[in-house]
């Protein structure tokens, strides 16, 4: 079986609304939505935010769900200044850092995995053919959101990765321990160029006061409010290009993938 992992509800929600769902079931480890999509009898797993949940869900996929090969997709940023809101990056490499995102004196590699070579040209055509132009780069995990161009700037530099997000590192290894065959579809959620707001610290804020409290601090800090409602919608015009990727992946991937993940 065909399945589409997604990491946040946004992401899974997108592809949801084309499915034809036939069962749903919520697991500690992930949401599972069985259905079908473009014909095809697909799973759709929402796994989770950070690498601890997607550790999770790719061994609930692995054990439960008899997967043929799993198309990972959703949201990331550009690390790579030339990307633009919108845009499709067909990831050959996940790399992930050495030590935590924010300790720059540590560049070294801890790990590598790389997306199934038969897969990506499959996923590239498909693409192509649909009129969706990706673009082929690496991508980095962080253990964080990371929102400083400052950053994204020193991530492209050191790791050469086109994009980052949070969860593609854990799934890739334990899926490629396991031997399944694995792509990995980014959309570029915010650009290189410009720092966006810092969402862990409006996420922080709203736990530890709610939201009388997260409304003071858009009254004291009104370009965080602004930064938020700018992303915000971003983040909604990709879920939509999300889910057109999705559909076409769907369609046209091979049922059967010889071989297993990076080989």
């Not at 069962?23 to 079908?36: D, H, I, N, T």
Request: proline share 4%.
């Amino acid at each position: 079986m065909l399945i589409i992992s997604c990491a946040t509800a946004a992401e899974a929600g997108a592809v949801k609304k084309k499915l034809r769902i036939t069962g749903q079931q919520r697991f500690p480890e992930a949401l599972v939505v069985q259905g079908s999509l473009q014909g095809r009898k697909i799973a759709l797993v929402e796994t989770g935010v950070g690498p601890r949940r997607a550790k999770s869900a790719a061994r609930h996929i692995i054990d439960h769900l008899n997967p043929s090969c799993v198309v990972l997709i959703g949201a990331a940023g550009a690390a790579a200044p030339g990307l633009q809101l919108g845009d499709i990056v067909r990831i050959e490499q996940i790399l992930r850092k050495e030590g935590p995102i924010h300790d720059t004196k540590r560049t070294a590699v801890s790990s590598t995995c790389c997306c199934h070579a038969g897969l990506n040209k499959a996923a590239q055509q498909v693409l192509l053919q649909a009129g969706l132009t990706p673009v082929i780069g690496n991508c980095l995990t962080a253990e964080r959101f990371v929102h400083r161009k400052e950053k994204k700037a020193w991530i492209h530099k050191t790791f050469n990765a086109s994009v980052i997000e949070m969860e593609s590192a854990a799934m890739a290894a334990v899926l490629s321990a396991a031997g399944v065959p694995f792509i990995n579809v980014r959309v570029i959620s915010d650009t290189a160029g410009k720092s966006i707001i810092d969402y862990e610290k409006i996420i922080s804020v709203r736990k530890k006061h709610g939201l009388p409290g997260l409304w003071l601090h858009f009254l004291r800090q009104p370009r965080d409010l602004f930064r938020l409602m700018r992303f915000r919608w971003q983040v909604q015009a990709v879920l939509k290009v999300i889910a057109a990727a999705a559909m076409v992946l769907a369609e046209g991937l091979p049922e059967s993938v010889p071989g297993s993940s990076g080989k």
